[in-house]
């Protein structure tokens, strides 16, 4: 992250966020830990830019921040990332423009960390359910997630909820969201991505099916311990050739042990067309309830 | 997988008698052909044959792009209040397809039928046309205009062969059709183009291309995979390809017009007329319509001509018209069933290797001297092939 605030300066301007500690970094984000009255909380931290002023993109960029917390606010289910104690605010630390909230912070580790883990049928069923329910959640509440994958789904240990989806800040509200800079781009992470994102007219078919396409390819890469396209070291553009192009390999192939009626509903959950995948998540919660 | 007659001009008790012997397990009824007194007299009689028989009855709404249309032959459509003339530029506004669709609910509500069946228009060349926003805005509706009526709802879908040559429009159109709110309970399809009388049958129609094939097979595994009955009009031998995709039921009639769509049906062209066309029987291992006498000759050469099925006795010497239906729904209904368990791959395999029988059927026929037609079946059977393949690529199996 570009000028991630200093952790001193930090505690020096918000004294309240007890024992605050640093966790990890994206591009204009940074999250840290601290005790918020009496819990401990995921503080995130978002680098406005000074030329945002400038050009113009200030207002978008705390628009889209927004967004991302109205869209979680929206969502009724524990198979997403709660919101925190910490209501959005601007702030100034060390010079620089920032904007601060908190999330509710989750035990356990990503699912891209536990990659090659191979992990069993019970499991990679769990997973899959959870991740319809949060989808379930999300296209109620009008949106759809845009970057579903490994790195944005906790395997937290909980029994009540053992993977809980993260990272809504691209989420994009169906009808009605007026077109900024990053949303009229290409959205998500490329390898992630469902082909028709890749489409200069994507919002026009935007819908649900996109995230079941990024879950069916999380869940696959979890229970293969390799993604569906792409390879390591290869470059993104090799990688969406085999999107758009390829036939990925079958999952029941990578792993035999598996039943085959899971197989193909990972499998269903990414095809290319997305009038072949599910229509919805409910129709994969379906179809998992009469798999044992 | 359901076949079912596809009503029309009728010179006896072809589909009584079909029901009856369970060689059909219903019809498409088509207002054109019955008016809106005797309708309910119809579904009666096919009931009175089998009480558990499937009934719909096709508003053929598509047809009334043909009202004013020199020539035009619209039967007793005129007859039901539903068949007016609607200007597209109206349609393309929302209250024109409601009063559409309120039009035809309220003029088949009454009628002891299975599943009513929403009316539509005709979707000419692309799904990237206003006629296809205007079909989406019908199917749409469709739930919604016939909630009352406690029956599962059909959609229509009347496509010209040529839309599904354009893959990515065809593709946006799936697209949209499995994302709907309110979604009808099922799909009644027909794709048809060119223009069709008595005579002309599935092996020389424009249907036959690998593409048109494989798109409708699509269309029904799309729909299938996302919960939808479909019902194919006008299918004839193509119905286990459209079963074997998902479909769960087609039809087919006795004339060419009953077994191809084409809106060149409502239009009566000069020069069409005179004899009815000659009696012919469906072989199973030739996937073809052949000629009594083709038959007799065939027969003696390639046994495996013959269905081995209770209706081969019916032409044992100049069959009529009724027989000829039986046997053909007889011999369709035969295929369908060797394509109505299994996966997908193994349904698919079994179209294949009967494709290849048939191609080494009439290669055994040439190796005997026997070569007329050969060319154009050849031709037929390699689209046959195609269209399998093609189907394999489109559905990503």
Not at chain 1, 13 to 35: C, D, N, S, T, W
Not at chain 1, 67 to 91: H, K, Y
Not at chain 1, 197 to 225: C, H, M, N, W
Not at chain 2, 173 to 189: I, K, M, N, S
């Amino acid at each position: 992250m570009e000028h991630k605030p200093d952790i001193d300066q930090l505690r020096q301007a918000r004294p309240e966020l007890a024992g605050l500690e640093f966790l990890r970094e994206g591009g204009f984000k940074a999250v840290y830990k601290a005790q918020i009255q009496g819990r401990v909380e995921a503080v995130k931290v978002v680098y406005i830019p000074p030329e945002a002023e400038e050009n113009g993109t200030r207002e978008e960029i705390i628009a889209r921040v927004k967004r991302e917390i109205d869209a979680l606010g929206q969502c009724r289910t524990n198979r997403l990332v709660a919101l925190g104690s910490l209501a959005l605010e601007p702030i100034s630390v060390g010079g620089h423009d920032y904007l601060i909230y908190s999330e509710e912070l989750l035990p356990g580790e990503s699912l891209r960390q536990r990659l090659r883990t191979r992990p069993d049928y019970r499991e990679l069923r769990v997973l899959t359910q959870c991740l319809m329910e949060a989808l379930q959640a999300i296209e109620l509440s009008g949106h759809i997630h845009r970057d579903i994958k490994p790195d944005n789904v906790m395997a937290t240990g909980l029994p009540e909820r053992p993977f809980v989806v993260l990272d809504l800040g691209i989420a994009f509200k169906l009808r009605g969201t007026e077109l900024t800079a990053r949303n009229a781009g290409a959205p998500g992470t490329v390898i992630y991505m469902a082909p028709e994102l890749f489409l200069p007219q994507y919002k026009d078919a935007l819908d649900i099916r996109s995230d079941i396409y990024s879950a069916g390819v999380t869940v696959f890469e979890y229970a293969a311990g390799q993604h569906p396209f792409h390879r390591a070291g290869e470059s993104e553009y090799t990688t969406v050739y085999r999107i758009l192009n390829q036939p990925p390999a079958k999952l029941a192939a990578l792993r035999a042990d598996l039943p085959g009626p899971f197989c193909r509903l990972v499998d269903r959950c990414f095809k290319r067309r997305p009038a072949l995948r599910y229509s919805n998540p409910a129709a994969v919660l379906r179809e998992l309830e009469t798999m044992i | 997988m359901r076949l079912l007659a596809q009503h029309g001009h009728q010179p006896s008790d072809m589909i009584t008698r079909g029901v009856a012997e369970g060689v059909i397990q219903g019809a498409i009824l088509s207002p054109r052909y019955v008016g809106p007194e005797k309708v309910a007299e119809k579904i009666v009689e096919i009931r009175g044959a089998n009480a558990g028989a499937e009934v719909l009855l096709d508003p053929e709404y598509y047809a009334t792009r043909q009202i004013g249309t020199p020539n035009n032959q619209l039967g007793y459509l005129e007859d039901w209040a539903y068949f007016t003339s609607q200007r597209r530029r109206d349609l393309v506004r929302g209250p024109a397809v409601e009063e559409a669709l309120r039009g035809v609910y309220d003029a088949v509500s009454g009628l002891d039928v299975s599943a009513h069946v929403a009316p539509n228009i005709y979707i000419p060349q692309s799904f990237d046309s206003m006629e296809a926003g205007i079909a989406l805005n019908f199917v749409a509706g469709a739930r919604g205009a016939f909630a009352a009526g406690e029956k599962p709802v059909y959609a229509t879908l009347a496509i010209d062969r040529r839309a599904l040559l354009s893959p990515a429009d065809f593709s946006a159109f799936l697209d949209y059709l499995t994302a709907l709110e309110t979604p009808p309970d099922g799909f009644y399809v027909l794709v048809g183009g060119g223009l069709i009388d008595e005579r002309s049958d599935l092996v020389h129609s424009d249907v036959v291309d690998a593409n048109v094939i494989a798109g409708w097979m699509l269309l029904n595994f799309v729909l299938a995979q996302n919960g939808f009955e479909v019902i194919n009009g006008c299918a004839d031998l193509l119905s286990p390809f459209l079963s074997a995709a998902g479909g769960s039921g087609t039809a087919t009639g006795w004339w060419s017009n009953l077994r191809l769509f084409s809106m060149g049906r409502y239009i009566k062209a000069e020069g069409r007329g005179g004899q009815l066309p000659i009696v012919r029987y469906v072989s199973k291992l030739l996937m073809n319509r052949i000629r009594n006498d083709e038959l007799r000759a065939y027969a003696t050469l390639v046994p495996g001509t013959l269905n081995g099925l209770t209706h081969d006795a019916d032409y044992t010497g100049v069959p009529g018209r009724t027989s000829e239906a039986l046997q053909t729904w007889e011999a369709i209904s035969s295929l369908n069933a060797e394509v109505s368990d299994g996966s997908i791959e193994t349904k698919l395999g079994t179209l294949s290797n009967r494709v290849e029988q048939a191609r080494a059927a009439y290669a055994a026929l040439q190796r005997r001297g026997i070569s007329e037609g050969i060319e154009t079946v050849t031709e037929y059977l390699g689209q046959l092939s195609g269209a399998i393949e093609n189907f394999r690529r489109l559905a990503e199996l």
